[in-house]
């Protein structure tokens, strides 16, 4: 009977093992660094190490790789074009380069709205920097509505922290 059972166990092991849920080929992108990252604030660098065209070079490079917008609003203001020229000057020394621009929300409204608010504010933002001569082939959007917090609270400094659109450049 102990061999009997030593089978059973070993062929109930063989079973799970084979159900084990494999990993996603692909995972999703961090959240990015969000917030003015201007020449000299980028930490464990050395800008000799940078290279050009790079994510890293560009949040160095840029005004910042944010822009902030109102409540209910994907509507491009003085300061965010001022930010998007820098982005457009940037993404323009690198054709070869492309971006993505993540829309994001605060955490209010519900998760369908949301969505939608924030795929607002990446086209919006990405409008914006092919009316500037970017190819629109070169950037794609995302929406991560409040799934992705810079600021956590339920204030109204991190929800305008919350309310914005993230340049990230693509390696």
Known sequence: MTKFTTLLAATALVAIAGCAKKPPAQLPPAP???????????????????????????????????VN?????????????????SQAAWLARYPNVRATIEGHCDERGTREYNL???????????????????????????SYGKERPVALGSDESSYAQNRRAVTVVLN
């Open 32 to 66: 990015s660094q969000t917030g003015d990252t201007g020449a000299g604030t980028q930490t464990g660098q050395a800008n000799d190490q940078m290279t050009p065209g790079s994510d890293a070079d560009f949040r160095r490079s840029v005004t910042s790789n944010t």
């Open 69 to 85: 917008f109102g409540v209910d609003q994907f509507d491009i203001d003085p300061t965010a074009r001022a930010i998007l020229d």
């Open 116 to 142: 939608a608010l924030g795929d607002k504010r990446a086209n919006s933002a990405k409008n914006y920097l092919v009316a500037k001569g970017i190819s629109p082939a070169r950037l794609t959007t995302i």
